[in-house]
């Protein structure tokens, strides 16, 4: 009776939240009989793909906009009420309340970086250039308070982290593989107490095959650590994990955090295929990774349909993964040769390619549960 109702739990559908729902098209989908290959992703849909991504990205655009509207409208609300505040105070000079116009992906470091820079630039002509060379001064502890930003405050959003996890199957157990993780990890991702979002789960067809790559989302680590415990303490974890153990030959995970500036894509299904593009690079060269690719993906997004990009923070460090997503291979190849007539790419392509050490392509498939897919 206990099992029952754990498992009543455990099936239960998501709430409807703000936050990115990854798992609401998880929960009732039918267990595939064998695993998706490439060979079913068809040779000519690349006019259906192209449709689907235009519907997607139109209601992104609605998205953003319901949302910009709903924040403008409180920024009014806010400023209504604070002129009414000052209208009965006594107050000489008063100054509205400045908006906070941060959204994905942007930075509070940003933000508060500005205006300690500019209150540093009245200090620094008012007190003339020798200033500049005296510890203590307005701009060296800006400095100093700089330096002691870790990489990831610089590089991500920080609301989420993401672990991207890969298990190598014995061939003869891919369909078996398939039908045991395809009914537990959707059961996983649909229990809201588990703190986790099933971003997407992949089969690598050009790579190594048979490795299959699964995505998870987390409310920043606190939600990783509880997700871990919920999981490893639920009454069928024991058997499902045995039995994933006697399927693989074996399991790799690493702890990642989305760039800033690419937010990672909510559910959607435009079908075809994947490619994960995975890079070593030389120690100490993140940022600069990170600032020329800012620059770059402005170029790629116009004609590449990005999923998201992740710098691993545990695990293989310095390592970069970019998942891209095309109607099948002859576009990937066709999309890749633009990039290179939009202004900008090869630039940097120019300033990245020597801070890396070594990079790796996969070709992968969606597999039915996959929210993204």
Known sequence: MATTALRSKLLRPLPSTSVRAFTSSTTCREVPSRSPALGDVTPDGA???????????????AAKRKKEQAESQLRKDSYSHSDSLHVESTTVQDTPPAAN??????????????????ESDTTTKKSGKLSNLIYGTPEGRQMDQEM????????????????IVSHDVK????????????EWYPKVAANTDNKVNLVGSWRTEIGDCDTFVHIWEYQRYLGYHQSLHNISHHPEFPDFDRHLKTLINSKKVSIMQEFSFWPTTPPRKLGGVFELRSYTLHPGNLLEWETHWRKGLKARKEVMEGVGAWFVQIGDLNTVHHLWQFANLEERRLNREKSWSVEGWADTVHKT?????????????????????
């Open 101 to 118: 116009p941060l959204g994905l992906g942007s930075l509070k470091i940003n933000d508060t970086g500005e205006q300690r820079q500019s």
């Open 47 to 61: 006019s259906a793909f192209a449709a689907k991504q235009k519907q997607f990205r139109e209601d992104m655009a």
């Open 148 to 163: 002691e930003q870790s990489f990831s405050q610089l590089l991500a959003r920080g609301k989420y982290v993401h672990s």
């Open 171 to 182: 061939p003869d157990k891919v369909d078996e593989y398939v039908k045991t993780v395809g």
């Open 353 to 373: 390619v020597p801070l890396i050490q070594t990079m790796e392509s996969k070709i992968m498939v969606p597999m039915p549960w996959s929210p993204v897919g």
